[in-house]
């Protein structure tokens, strides 16, 4: 069982998935929540907060079962799991903190096997069924079917970020916004021009490539201006944390609005 990229349409002609990620909710139901909800895929984000990769495996057992695009997030091109987040199932691994082709190419060693990388061979892979297939349709179906996306958050990886999307293996570039805007001495401005011109950048890059461009982390007001009309095809929208605190407390708001309203002669 695979899934394809996201066709690319023209930038400013764009009409792309929007996910959800999740930072503490590991459990198998919180796929299929997403999914009921309307989003096209979920991000497991094992950078931030306790989500490990346990919890991985299953929620990617659950999309692969249901057909729904789960994506893994590492903590960066070193860590021990860029590898086994495909070996688990996920649909692709997105990779943090890289900042340099030399990353770039650390992380493609670690996900394309040979000739293009280094990865070692796996047993039987749940994206497979468990199915013990021969060495060389392993690698060959596992190779059509695995999105590696390295993220861009630095000045660093902003310099570079050409050489980055031209790396053999790299499939997508996605921003992490706030971190991207910090590493360029934007803390907290993302709606600064400057902020623009580097999303711009790395859009331009990706898709002169051959690269989808993503993002996650824009404030709603921002997604035409950064997103949709640089051509993104991933656009993380928010994650669970922030959706039930600004969720809840929007409906705690109105519900005391109803209530002095009630009591108020």
Same mark, same amino acid.
């Given at each position: 069982?695979?899934?394809?990229?996201?066709?690319?349409?023209?930038?400013?002609?764009?009409?792309?998935?929007?996910?959800?990620?999740?930072?503490?909710?590991?459990?198998?139901?919180?796929?299929?929540?997403?999914?009921?909800?309307?989003?096209?895929?979920?991000?497991?984000?094992?950078?931030?907060?306790?989500?490990?990769?346990?919890?991985?495996?299953?929620?990617?057992?659950?999309?692969?079962?249901?057909?729904?695009?789960?994506?893994?997030?590492?903590?960066?091109?070193?860590?021990?799991?860029? *590898?086994?987040?495909?070996?688990?199932? *996920?649909?692709?691994?997105?990779?943090?903190?890289?900042?340099?082709?030399?990353?770039?190419?650390?992380?493609?060693?670690?996900?394309?096997?040979?000739?293009?990388?280094?990865?070692?061979?796996?047993?039987?892979?749940?994206?497979?069924?468990?199915?013990?297939?021969?060495?060389?349709?392993?690698?060959?179906?596992?190779?059509?079917?695995?999105?590696?996306?390295?993220?861009?958050?630095?000045?660093?990886?902003?310099?570079?970020?050409?050489?980055? *999307?031209?790396?053999?293996?790299?499939?997508?570039?996605?921003?992490?916004?706030?971190?991207?805007?910090?590493?360029?001495?934007?803390?907290?401005?993302?709606?600064?021009?400057?902020?623009?011109?580097?999303?711009?950048?790395?859009?331009?890059?990706?898709?002169?490539?051959?690269?989808?461009?993503?993002?996650?982390?824009?404030?709603?007001?921002?997604?035409?201006?950064?997103?949709?009309?640089?051509?993104?095809?991933?656009?993380? *929208?928010?994650?669970?944390?922030?959706?039930?605190?600004?969720?809840?407390?929007?409906?705690?708001?109105?519900?005391?609005?109803?209530?002095?309203?009630?009591?108020?002669?």
């Amino acid at each position: 069982m695979t899934f394809a990229a996201s066709k690319r349409p023209e930038p400013g002609v764009v009409s792309p998935d929007y996910g959800l990620a999740f930072c503490l909710f590991g459990r198998a139901e919180a796929v299929l929540l997403a999914r009921g909800a309307g989003f096209s895929f979920v991000v497991v984000d094992m950078e931030h907060g306790p989500l490990g990769i346990s919890e991985l495996g299953q929620m990617a057992a659950a999309g692969l079962a249901s057909r729904f695009p789960v994506y893994g997030r590492v903590t960066g091109p070193g860590s021990p799991d860029v *590898a086994r987040v495909l070996d688990c199932g *996920a649909t692709g691994v997105i990779v943090p903190h890289v900042d340099s082709v030399e990353d770039a190419r650390r992380v493609v060693r670690a996900c394309r096997f040979q000739p293009t990388g280094a990865r070692a061979l796996p047993g039987p892979l749940p994206a497979f069924e468990y199915h013990a297939l021969r060495a060389e349709e392993l690698c060959d179906r596992s190779e059509t079917s695995t999105q590696v996306i390295a993220m861009i958050e630095s000045a660093a990886g902003l310099d570079a970020v050409e050489e980055i *999307a031209a790396t053999p293996g790299i499939d997508g570039l996605m921003i992490g916004s706030n971190d991207l805007a910090d590493g360029i001495g934007l803390r907290g401005q993302l709606h600064h021009p400057d902020f623009l011109s580097a999303c711009a950048r790395i859009s331009t890059a990706a898709l002169a490539n051959g690269c989808t461009y993503g993002i996650m982390g824009l404030p709603r007001d921002l997604v035409r201006s950064h997103a949709l009309d640089l051509g993104a095809t991933l656009v993380v *929208a928010t994650n669970e944390t922030n959706l039930v605190a600004e969720g809840g407390a929007l409906l705690l708001d109105g519900l005391r609005r109803e209530t002095v309203s009630r009591v108020t002669p």
